[in-house]
């Protein structure tokens, strides 16, 4: 089956995290992503928390599947002349160093374009260029407290949480992706290519977009009626942390299930969609709340929604988490358990859909990844393991016209 991306060429300039996710979205779809990596390191996340002795860690493996690696010194003479090479013939550059240091390498974005005005060239930074922050170098976390995320995230009389979600990472990744894709068909129609940046401040933000929402309202009215401050608790001028409050206009909350004592994620969400009400009393039988006035509208179940949440509670205690959406899902109420990662891992829905899939690798054997979230009724992305270090290096060189013994010579220099 034909992938739509074969054909388009990636220099792969990326590591930890932001990048990777953003070039390994596209060599699933078909791109060939050609990873460049420091000779005898590679990307850092190759070492990092490794579970196998010796063997590139799951950090490394779940975020460069689908791609080949060439080792390569890009801050040797021979080395740059590599990349050159490289840079001619690809169309796309993807890159997410810290501030300046493909400047420092020799290739800003004027010399990248001499070398072949078509190539796009793609980079992902912690703050946008121009920002007052923008030296910074960040991961993931610090990006999540730049982008609001962490001070709407958490318990209001906790300090600011952070995500266990990529928001920063992978969440830029993605946004870059779009970027990429989008510079790709523009380029189709005037023949250029050109400057792709995507921040993690950016992306972060662009995800906080209910709470800048939440922000202005707050400034106009004083308080936020689908908040669990409201109508009881304080609001100040800045938008508190909601707890499991729902972002909407539906109120929602994480409510216990059976077996919550020792299981810490017997829970389930449960949302009070305001046009369900007769369908939730009937659920969890309380009829008696449909046509009550202190019950029949979300105005009158404000001021009383926590007790509200109590009593699905009581009615929840005998209930697994999987029993309780089977009942509630009869009714068209939106809930779901929550899921722990090892039910993610086991779960026989994810596995048929491919969202998780099991790999190989030539050094660990198999292992388990998150393929594509995205599907296509023409295509289906199929997951190859990630690759070793260097290990397509000398079928690449070849490709560029090296000969045996100049890349003999590059490898005795420590260049490849
Ligand atoms: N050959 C020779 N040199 C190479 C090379 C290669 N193949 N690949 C990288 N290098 C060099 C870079 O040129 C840079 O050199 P200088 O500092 O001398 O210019 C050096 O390696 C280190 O790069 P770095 O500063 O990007 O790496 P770091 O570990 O210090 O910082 C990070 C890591 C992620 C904080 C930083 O890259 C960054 O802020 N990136 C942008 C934001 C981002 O993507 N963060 C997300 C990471 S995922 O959590």
């Known amino acids: 089956m034909t992938k739509p991306l074969e054909g388009v060429k990636i220099i792969d300039f990326t590591h930890v995290q932001a990048g990777p996710a953003c070039t390994q979205l596209l060599a699933w779809f078909g791109a060939d ?109 610090v990006a999540q407290c730049a982008g609001g995320a962490a001070s709407t995230t958490g318990f209001w009389d906790g300090p600011p949480t952070v995500s266990a979600a990529a928001l920063g990472d992978s969440n830029t990744g993605m946004h870059l992706a779009i970027g990429i894709l989008t510079a790709l068909i523009g380029r189709d129609k005037t023949g250029k290519g050109q400057k792709v940046a995507v921040s993690m401040q950016d992306s972060v933000i662009n995800l906080c977009r209910v709470k800048l929402r939440d922000q202005q309202r707050l400034d106009r009215v004083g308080y936020l009626e689908e908040y669990p401050q409201y109508p009881h608790g304080e609001f100040t001028d800045v938008v508190p942390r909601g707890g499991n409050a729902g972002g909407g206009g539906q109120p929602g909350w994480v409510l216990k299930c059976k077996g919550w004592e020792t299981d810490p994620n017997a829970y389930i969400y449960f949302t009070v969609q305001g046009h369900a009400w007769e369908p939730i009393c009937r659920a969890i039988g309380k009829p008696e709340w449909i046509d009550d006035p202190a019950y029949k509208t979300a105005e009158a179940r404000q001021p009383h929604i926590f007790d509200i949440f109590n009593t699905i509670e009581t009615w929840l205690a005998d209930k697994t988490k999987f029993e309780a959406v089977d009942i509630l899902r009869k009714f068209d109420i939106p809930c779901s358990p929550v899921l722990s990662m090892k039910e993610i891992a086991n779960d026989p829905s994810l596995r048929a859909s491919g969202t998780i899939t099991e790999v190989q690798h030539k050094a660990r054997g198999s292992y388990l990844t998150v393929g594509s979230p995205i599907k296509f009724s023409d295509m289906k992305p199929e997951i190859t393991g990630s690759p070793l270090l260097g290990e397509h290096t000398e079928e690449v060189l070849k490709g560029l016209g090296y000969s045996f013994e100049q890349i003999a010579s590059m490898r005795e220099a420590k260049v490849v």
């Open 33 to 141: 992503v050609i990873k460049v990596e420091r000779p005898g390191a590679g990307d850092v996340t190759r070492n990092q928390l490794r579970d196998i002795p010796g063997v590139d860690a799951l950090y490394f493996t779940m975020l460069n599947s689908n791609k080949r690696s060439l080792t390569l010194d890009t801050k040797t003479q021979d080395g740059k002349e590599v990349l050159e090479r490289l840079i001619q013939e690809s169309d796309v550059l993807v890159e997410n160093f810290a501030p300046g240091a493909l400047d420092r390498m020799g290739f800003t974005w004027e010399r990248i374009n001499e070398l072949n005005p078509k190539m796009i060239v793609a980079s992902v930074k912690g703050f946008s260029d121009g920002h007052h922050y923008d030296d910074l170098k960040v991961y993931e976390n």
